[in-house]
């Protein structure tokens, strides 16, 4: 197998699990509103859906990871897949799946989601460092980071998010969730600002990638 039909075909894993995930998204948001005169809207879940949405679509950067693969294990597979089953779990879940004919209060359906909400989303922040510190090592023959800079922002990033998590998950005041919110929605917009993916141009033999991991 080439290194090409390789990327292919591990990538191909990612956009499924992906597109499941945005596919139901988008079919809740269709669902809400179809029913939009049944349902009481809420800011906080809303935001929180666009919370989930930057986090789907920020993961398809994660191919860029496989740019380059030669071998790849059984269990690298399923590592390579850890996040992107996540963010999908936090998809299906941020949104309601239907509207009852009574109608349905958006921001109660919040309240009683976030804490499965962002525990998911907590577990996947801790295997995404996981799975930063594993390409590290992967492109530098096993070692991990030493630097201070490397562990300073990315585990400091990491610990910060977590915490944030838990308190729009645990705290019941609605101006310390929406105050949490802000500063999630601020920290993915600040973390995705700068990420692109660049093709090879004809008269170069291979493409270059800036990923949110490189």
Known sequence: MQTSDLF???S????????LGLGDMIQSLHRLL?????VRWGVLPL?????????????FFSLTLTFGITRITYFGVVGLLAVPTLTALAAFSV???????????LGDFYQRNRRYLFAVLAL?????????????????????????DFWGFNAGLTLALLGVYALVAFVADRRAQAAGLALLFTAYMFGVS??????AAPDRPAAAATSPHS
């Open 8 to 10: 292919s075909y591990l």
């Open 12 to 19: 191909a894993f990612v956009t499924i699990v992906l597109a």
């Open 34 to 38: 179809d029913a939009r005169r049944r």
């Open 47 to 59: 935001v929180s859906a666009v919370l989930v949405f930057i986090l789907v679509v920020s993961e």
């Open 95 to 105: 949104l309601p799946d239907h509207v009852p004919d009574e109608g349905l209060d």
């Open 124 to 148: 996947a922040t801790t295997a995404d460092f996981a799975r930063l510190l594993a390409t590290y090592a992967a492109r530098h023959g096993g070692r991990l980071p030493m630097t201070l």
């Open 194 to 199: 700068g990420w692109s993916v660049e093709a």
